[in-house]
């Protein structure tokens, strides 16, 4: 769903963080004082946090950096522009991911498109968990790429997707993160963000994939109390030292993005796997991994060259595992 001209209008106008009285809203926008409250009020339903104060006016509880496809195709690499299809801003939307499942299934030969969004209504994790989406604070994208081989080919890929996040991050001077098998982003053992990979196709291919991933940059405690697991965001990890912008962030995110898809085969997860391992912060580490009804517990060896979970178990034995939900075992 794409917002109405005067709301996005209005969302300028206030994206500063910034008091307007409104009676200015209302003169810039060309609207009656009336008509502004009504939209505030609609705005507010969507979750955008606004602070109203008689005699100033109002102002967003936090200024917010809204997407900006002038912006992204500034900051994205050469490289990356003539890779891409289109990209697709949405104010808010169900869920990116489906969104682009949806348009595969439409179209099989679609590929290389971009889907981004200032809000997700109903945004999904592994197992079909809630993403918690507020307006305009975090980085909710998903890729629609086609690849000639079949869904086998990709073994490996989400934690390669991984490896290209971080080094987004890097770029925008962000350390320390680390990576918590098979598709989270983590900080200090707590949640930064994840990363979604549906396949669709033939089993010989071709097949497509949609890779999606949210990224917590501003997420407020008031709006995160749901949450069950312990969380962060890029502004808790940076502070004051390094200001993000959300547009080169995505940017950088997406070119990294590409980078691992546009050659990625069965064969291709060897040159990211050392990497991964160097971003791994289960290693080690006591754990509990639940697939199904069923709960392993063992410390964490590292991933093999495939990509699967190397797990000692209390007899010593290391076990091998393609998928499952790991939990951290506090001491």
Request: charged share 25%.
């Amino acid at each position: 769903m794409q917002f109405s001209e005067n709301k996005k209008k209005l969302l300028h106008l206030l994206a500063d963080g910034f008091f307007h009285s409104g009676t200015e809203l209302a003169d810039q926008l060309k609207l009656s004082r009336s008509a502004i409250w009504k939209i505030i009020n609609t705005l507010e339903s969507s979750g955008v946090e606004i602070i109203a104060v008689s005699g100033k006016g109002y102002c967003l509880k936090n200024p917010i950096e809204l997407l900006d496809e002038d912006l992204l195709k500034q900051y994205l690499s050469e490289d990356s522009k003539e890779l891409i299809t289109r990209i697709e801003l949405h104010d808010q939307i169900d869920s990116t991911n489906k969104y682009l499942n949806d348009l595969a299934h439409k179209d099989q030969s679609a590929s290389a498109i971009f889907c981004l969004a200032e809000q997700q209504t109903s945004g999904k994790g592994r197992r079909g968990r809630p993403w918690v989406s507020p307006f305009g604070s975090n980085c909710y994208l998903s890729l629609l790429w086609r690849f000639e081989e079949g869904p086998a080919s990709l073994s490996g890929l989400s934690l390669a997707i991984g490896v290209a996040v971080i080094r987004a991050l890097k770029k925008q001077g962000i350390q320390g993160i680390g990576l918590k098998w098979p598709n989270d982003i983590f900080w200090q053992q707590k949640k930064l963000g994840g990363i979604l990979l549906e396949v669709s196709g033939e089993s010989n291919g071709p097949c497509s994939a949609v890779i999606g991933l949210g990224l917590n940059v501003h997420l407020s405690d008031d709006v995160a109390v749901g949450i069950e697991q312990e969380w962060t965001d890029i502004n808790k990890i940076v502070g004051d030292s390094i200001a993000i912008s959300r547009n080169k962030l995505l940017a950088n995110l997406m070119s990294e993005i590409l980078q691992v898809c546009q050659d990625y085969t069965e064969k291709t997860f060897s040159d990211y796997s050392n990497e991964w391992r160097s971003y791994d912060c289960l290693q080690n580490q006591q754990v509990n991994v639940f697939i199904g009804q069923k709960t392993i517990s063992g410390i964490v060896k590292g991933i093999d060259d495939d990509g699967l979970l190397l797990l000692q178990i209390e007899s010593g034995e290391i076990k091998h595992y393609a998928s499952g939900e790991i939990s951290f075992r506090r001491s």
